[in-house]
């Protein structure tokens, strides 16, 4: 028998670890059919992103960052159509996308930040908040707009900084964080399509 929804579909994009993505990809199965996570876009070969695919059995796209960004950009169009796309997450997604690219995906695309922004935008969240010597750190989930980290909030969760913390268990807690961050998203994706 047909389903009486149609599922929401996520692609999820990261350059590296994958950590994001395999807890994204975990808990978007773990949520039942409402929501799937039908690809994972990568722009770099030798990501660990591909082995999580693997063994999540989850087709990975790997598109490198060959040519020109407009050429690389409209890989992961084609890509993205391809597969039925309606929302992206990025995860740990490395390179900025282009004004062009975000006005194509207005509110549709969505990115994990590691820090509490607008304190600490750019590349190193954990490491600049860290060196900064903040006492309370923090986590952002945001649309993305034609700017750096600059798009509306959706959900923030803080940390304090332990006396004893190094970078790595600092960078180990706000982690833990954002995976919160995009499960309970994923929660409020399944409940509206529900409703
Ligand atoms: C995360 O801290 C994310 O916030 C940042 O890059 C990191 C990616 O980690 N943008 P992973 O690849 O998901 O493990």
Same mark, same amino acid.
């Given at each position: 028998m047909e389903p009486k929804f149609r599922p929401l579909r996520v692609a999820v994009m990261a350059s590296g670890n994958g950590s994001n993505a395999e807890n994204i990809a975990r808990h978007a199965s773990a949520?039942?059919?409402? +929501?799937?996570?039908p690809v994972i876009i990568c722009d770099? *070969?030798? /990501?660990f992103v591909i082995e999580r695919a693997k063994k999540l059995g989850i087709p990975c796209e790997v598109i490198p960052r060959d040519g020109t960004k407009e050429a690389h950009e409209a890989k992961i169009a084609e890509t993205l159509a391809r597969h039925d796309i309606h929302v992206i997450f990025l995860a740990g997604y490395m390179r900025i996308l282009s004004p062009a690219f975000i006005r194509a995906w207005p509110r549709r695309i969505i990115n994990i930040h $590691?820090? +509490?922004? $607008? /304190?600490? *935008?750019?590349?190193?969240g954990y490491g600049d908040a860290f060196r900064a010597g903040v006492p309370v750190s923090g986590v952002t989930l945001h649309y993305v707009d034609e700017g750096v980290d600059t798009g509306p909030v959706i959900a923030q969760k803080t940390f304090e900084r332990r006396p004893d913390d190094t970078l790595e268990t600092f960078r180990a807690r706000g982690m833990e964080l954002e995976y919160q961050l995009y499960r309970e998203f994923i929660d409020t994706l399944v409940r509206s399509a529900a409703a």
């Open positions: 949520c039942g059919e409402r +929501l799937c996570v770099r *070969p030798d /990501a $590691p820090s +509490l922004l $607008p /304190a600490f *935008p750019g590349r190193d």
